[in-house]
């Protein structure tokens, strides 16, 4: 009888799908040289990514397991495939030549309709290759990059990206992104010239199929003087009873005036470990906005960290977290101040139900040199039942005396009286719980493109069902 691996859960059809292993080529389970060496081989990269892979690995080898959050003893990498090429030859720039398995999957989670809508270009990703990449022709008249990294980094951008390359999240910077460093694969390479202002976005999403897999996209986006690019980021995988991973790796660099607005909805299947890292450094007078939803995977460890290198740059964070059962979801922001007249503004909601544990950690670092710098974090907590857990762990770490800094947090449950009055309206119980949370969401939701705003709404009410006692 064929081990059952994929496990029913509520109604998730739009993302629960998957289909047969067809994979032309994986690498076997685990971690070693010999593997590293495979994958690199497979990408044909320069001899410098080579050593780069090489190097990281060591450091890999070397580091230590976080032990401060969630545990993650049910991720044992000797169990993950690094690599899987899906069953493609080549990425492609027309969707009707990409096989069609996997056009399915795509055209379910509505990326060509998006694509035709409302975007500059698309990136799909499906395990560990790009399948698909396109921008419109009017936005590459305008000197806009928008390619896959590994075209760029083997073509005439080469020079570009290894310039950059984990510069921002160097290897050395924890265990997950030195293994990230050993066995990226696929990814999006973004570059906006100086005063090019892009009014509609950029999009990639990430699908992962294959189960016991790991997904490693790297995504490196250059916003030069002045320029303008809004840059939304999705992902989502089928649920399996084996442990699959995500560490993958964003790196922004926002040039002086420069604006860059980053959104991303991660809904990833509950057998996901989620410890991904990204990092935007920001020059004088530019400015980060992360717009960030975590509403799946088993444990996440997730921090996006604005580090402001120039007079007046400034950072925004907005976002919402929902953990349900069986997930411990470890998530928030960092702010590293390291000039004068910078300033953060970190909004967060998180949302627990049927014993879901939400953490929320900030760290607002102002340095010596920052001066007249102000930073202020507003996290509030939603505990639908009395079985969850919501905690804030706010570090604040202050060396200039000149400073603004304030921290303010809220933690609450849904009251009785509150449900019974919204039932006495005509609502079902499980109606006006949804109706609540969405409501407490409501200013992240706002912060989104229109249509993750709607996917964001329907995941909560997908999981208030059958939250009621």
Not at 31 to 53: A, C, G, H, Y
Not at 100 to 111: P, S
Not at 169 to 192: M, R
Not at 284 to 290: A, L, T
Request: proline content about 3%; charged content about 25%; aromatic content about 10%.
């Amino acid at each position: 009888m064929k081990e059952k691996t994929q496990v029913e859960d509520i109604d998730r059809s739009l993302y629960d799908f998957r289909f047969e292993d067809k994979d032309a080529y994986k690498v076997e389970e685990g971690l070693t040289e010999e593997i590293v060496k495979q994958i690199s081989e497979e990408k044909n990269d320069p001899e410098w990514m080579r050593e780069f892979r090489l190097k990281s690995l060591k450091y890999y080898n070397e580091s230590d397991v976080p032990d401060w959050g969630p545990s993650i003893e049910g991720l044992d990498i000797d169990n993950i495939v690094t690599y899987v090429r899906p069953n493609t030859e080549r990425m492609h720039t027309s969707w009707e030549d990409v096989p069609e398995d996997i056009k399915e999957t795509f055209d379910r989670l509505g990326i060509p309709q998006a694509e035709r809508k409302s975007l500059a270009g698309v990136g799909a990703q499906y395990d560990s290759e790009l399948v698909y990449h396109n921008i419109k022709d009017d936005v590459a008249k305008r000197g806009v990059i928008y390619t896959d990294i590994e075209s760029a980094l083997r073509g005439e951008y080469g020079d570009m990206i290894r310039e950059h390359f984990m510069k921002a999240v160097p290897p050395t910077d924890h265990k997950f992104a030195a293994l990230h460093g050993a066995v990226w694969s696929g990814g999006s390479f973004v570059y906006v010239p100086a005063g090019v202002h892009l009014d509609i976005p950029l999009q990639s999403y990430f699908r992962l199929n294959a189960k016991g897999a790991g997904q490693f996209e790297h995504t490196l986006i250059i916003v030069g003087e002045g320029a303008y690019l809004h840059f939304i980021e999705g992902c989502s995988a089928p649920k399996y009873n084996v442990a699959n991973l995500h560490a993958g790796c964003v790196e922004l660099f926002v040039g002086k005036n420069a604006t860059l607005r980053y959104s991303t909805i991660e809904n990833w299947s509950k057998n996901m470990y989620n410890l991904n890292t990204k990092r935007a450094i920001v020059e004088e007078g530019g400015k980060i906005e992360w717009v960030s939803g975590s509403f799946g995977s088993h444990v996440s460890y997730l921090y996006p960290m604005s580090v402001l290198n120039g007079k007046g740059a400034r950072a925004e964070f907005t976002g919402v977290t929902f953990a349900g059962e069986g997930q411990d979801l470890d998530t928030g922001t960092k702010v590293v101040h390291n000039a004068e007249d910078t300033s953060s503004y970190i909004n967060t909601r998180s949302i627990s139900k049927s014993g879901g544990i939400n953490t929320f950690r900030s760290s607002v670092i102002i340095g010596k040199n920052a001066h007249r710098s102000k930073s202020a974090v507003s996290c509030e907590s939603l505990m639908v039942d009395d079985i969850s857990r919501s905690d804030t762990i706010p570090a604040m770490d202050v060396r200039c005396a000149d400073a603004d800094v304030g921290h303010e947090a809220k933690i609450g449950r849904i009251s009785d009286e509150t449900v019974f009055y919204l039932m006495s309206r005509g609502l079902s119980e499980e109606e006006a719980r949804a109706l609540i949370v969405r409501g407490f969401a409501d200013n992240v939701s706002k912060e989104l493109p229109l249509e993750y705003a709607v996917e964001m709404n329907n995941l909560i009410s997908l999981e208030m069902k059958g939250s009621i006692g």
